[in-house]
């Protein structure tokens, strides 16, 4: 399973000194990305990577292992809306990433073909302080790549992961007295746009979704938190952290990705399993968590979040009661007429369902890659019906399951 064998990697670094321009730029204005300007080509036998910055930026180059990758982090640049498609010539470089990381910080993930070591980087500062970032990437030998990646990822760069959550005991489940607690994941973001179709992106889409959601939930009186509440790059094990800090009784993530199958289309609802219920829903989860990992993040540790023996016991208690979530999501989605996929509810392995006593679902929304989906995500009314239809679930499986809760208690 692609999980596992992720988490028992990992990831290890080469850092390069970072390179702090000069001359005195002004700070206030963002820098921005020329892509015609710049290229990742092969060149010799390696790889060139020549940015065109429009202001000379700190930067920091390293490279992980366990899929070999180049990692560029910067002080934040503003790419537009060019997509690293657009620049990206080179047969060496199977996949290049780009966008904004957390707040300040934009990054470049080039995923290699093979083991490179970087040969040369260096910024040059143009008299307008305008920047031209040059790195050559040579090929190494295996040995010479692990030497170079074993001394662990540079410390600055666990920036992004949560300090690992220490939990007592499960909490409390909800009872019915409290307002329901509800942490809605809008998928993706940042240097992760997930799904595209045209200029619309699925972490746009959903932010958009679940901002109006928030609403429609807190206006029945529950109390809402987002796992991001703008477009920047939020790793899977941090909305799980979030779900817990909040405090959470249930955790929806939202969904609306790509599938190539024509039939991808209608509502879905995916649970956490082990095995997934068909190929479609195994490489939808692959390619969740591959985002964290071409983003530099490694999922390693996820499981550390809580004691083992603790974990598999707060998971069978919360597992049926996800199920029931799912359940009511399906049925009060078709209720309000809404659109389900013919297999409503799938399973698979999805690392941010992964939080053992928190009920945790994820909703396709819809599919990006279906024509009449994209239609029906971009019109107000269907939208509003669909949030009606999970408001409507929450409700019906809340009151199910504080009645549940009381009995277990008694
Ligand atoms: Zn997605």
Redesign the pocket.
């Known amino acids: 399973m692609i999980l596992r064998a992720l988490s028992l990697c990992l990831a290890a670094a080469a850092a390069v000194p970072a390179a702090v321009p000069a001359v005195a730029a002004d700070l206030t204005a963002l820098a921005h990305l020329d892509p015609a300007a710049s290229r990742v080509a092969d060149e010799g036998g390696g790889v060139a990577v020549d940015l065109a910055i429009s202001k000379a930026v700190p930067y920091r180059a390293f490279l992980l292992d366990a899929p070999p990758r180049l990692v560029l982090d910067f002080s934040e640049v503003d790419f537009g809306a060019s997509r690293p498609g657009a620049l990206d010539t080179s047969d060496r470089v199977l996949g290049l990433a780009w966008g904004p990381i957390r707040e300040g910080w934009s990054r470049l993930v080039a995923e290699l073909d093979g083991p490179y070591r970087i040969a040369t980087a260096e910024e040059r500062v143009a008299p307008g302080g305008e920047g031209e970032l040059r790195l050559r990437l040579l090929p190494e030998d295996p040995a010479g790549f692990a030497a170079a990646t074993a001394a662990g990822v540079p410390e600055v760069a666990r920036w992004a992961l949560p300090e690992p959550a220490v939990v007592d005991a499960p909490r409390r489940r909800q009872t019915g007295e409290a307002p329901l607690v509800v942490v809605l994941d809008p998928?993706?973001g940042g240097i992760d746009p997930?799904?595209e179709a045209g200029p619309v992106h699925?972490a746009g889409v959903?932010l958009g979704f679940a901002r109006e959601l928030a609403e429609v939930l807190r206006r029945a009186g529950m109390t809402v938190a987002l796992t991001r509440e703008e477009d920047v790059f939020v790793p899977l094990e941090t909305r799980i952290s979030v779900a817990r800090a909040t405090g959470a009784d249930v955790f929806l993530s939202l969904?609306?990705?790509a599938l190539a199958e024509g039939e991808a289309t209608g509502a879905t609802v995916y649970l956490l399993a082990d095995e997934a219920s068909d190929a479609a829903s195994a490489r939808?989860a692959e390619?969740?968590d591959r985002?964290d990992l071409l983003a530099g993040i490694d999922l390693a540790g996820q499981d550390d979040l809580v004691a083992g023996v603790m974990m598999d016991l707060a998971r069978t208690e919360t597992r049926p009661r996800s199920e029931r979530l799912a359940g009511a999501l399906a049925a009060a989605i078709k209720g309000q007429g809404g659109r389900m996929h013919r297999h409503p509810i799938q399973q698979a392995a999805f690392s941010v369902l992964k939080s053992p006593d928190i009920p945790s679902v994820l909703l396709?929304v819809g599919f990006l890659s279906s024509e009449a989906d994209r239609k029906r995500l971009s019109d107000p009314e269907w939208r509003a019906r669909m949030q009606g239809a999970i408001l409507a679930a929450l409700r019906d499986w809340a009151v199910a399951d504080a009645a549940e809760a009381k009995l277990i208690r008694q």
Do not use: I, Q, T
């Open positions: 998928g993706h997930g799904a699925e959903m969904h609306a990705d939808l390619r969740h985002a396709e």
